[in-house]
């Protein structure tokens, strides 16, 4: 049973400060990762994937990917309060991509 | 392309009631996928539909049932409401095994049982 962790939060950053959301996986054969987004009363936004070792950026976002220790970070820069939401990490199930497993979520608080 | 549709956007039911979801998939795709989010467990997979056939299930009861139909159209019933099932029900749809694009999920439906 694949497992995914994340840490709850809320995590607090001040306008403009980058924010960093990690989330860790329990099968080391994963090979695909999802961030979603989810603002509160709607439903998850893909935001990014990523598929390979290193860094991946997409306008003020990045995610970093290590598959040796197995986690996969997003980071937000010039965060924003827009941003602020629940962070969903997810992978692929072992049925495939339709199966999808999810983190518990991270909540970011990005204040003015 | 319009997204994955899922009507209606909310439901109040009482318990011990049934109630049928819908959703309809982006044009061209076969599969889809149905979740459900909760705050006490988050999101978590119920079914996926292929071919108007069902090719995956998560761990839920046999109250949580679905069907799709010829035209990819899929629908979700849950029987003998509980409490419990108080949720954000969430579709996603693609086209179908071996499809390795991220899933994009439709606006959902959030059940409330009183």
């Known amino acids: 049973q694949k497992e995914v962790e994340q840490n709850s939060g809320p995590l607090s950053v001040p306008e403009g400060a980058i924010a960093s959301l990690n989330c860790t996986y329990s099968d080391r054969g994963s090979q695909s990762f999802f961030w979603y987004r989810q603002y509160s009363g709607k439903s998850p936004e893909l935001i990014m994937s990523?598929?390979?070792?290193g860094d991946k950026e997409d306008g003020r976002f990045t995610a970093q990917l290590n598959k040796a220790s197995q986690y996969v970070s997003l980071l937000i820069r010039d965060s924003q309060p827009s941003d602020s939401a629940t962070y969903l990490c997810a992978v692929p199930g072992d049925t495939g991509f339709q199966k999808l497993v999810f983190g518990t979520g991270t909540r970011l608080l990005v204040s003015p | 392309k319009a997204g994955v549709t899922q009507t209606p956007r909310y439901l109040i039911k009482t318990r011990g009631q049934q109630v049928t979801l819908s959703c309809s998939p982006i044009s061209g795709h076969r599969s889809v996928s149905w979740y459900q989010q909760t705050p006490g467990q988050g999101l978590q997979f119920l079914f996926e539909?292929?071919?108007?056939?069902?090719?995956n299930k998560g761990n839920f009861p046999g109250r949580f049932s679905g069907r799709q139909f010829s035209n990819s159209r899929s629908e979700m019933n849950v029987s003998t409401l509980e409490l419990g099932d108080s949720a954000l029900y969430l579709c996603a749809s693609s086209y179908g095994p071996g499809d390795n694009s991220p899933l994009h999920f439709g606006n959902g439906t959030r059940l409330t049982v009183t």
């Open positions: 990523i598929y390979s070792n």
């Open positions: 539909y292929f071919s108007e056939t069902q090719r």
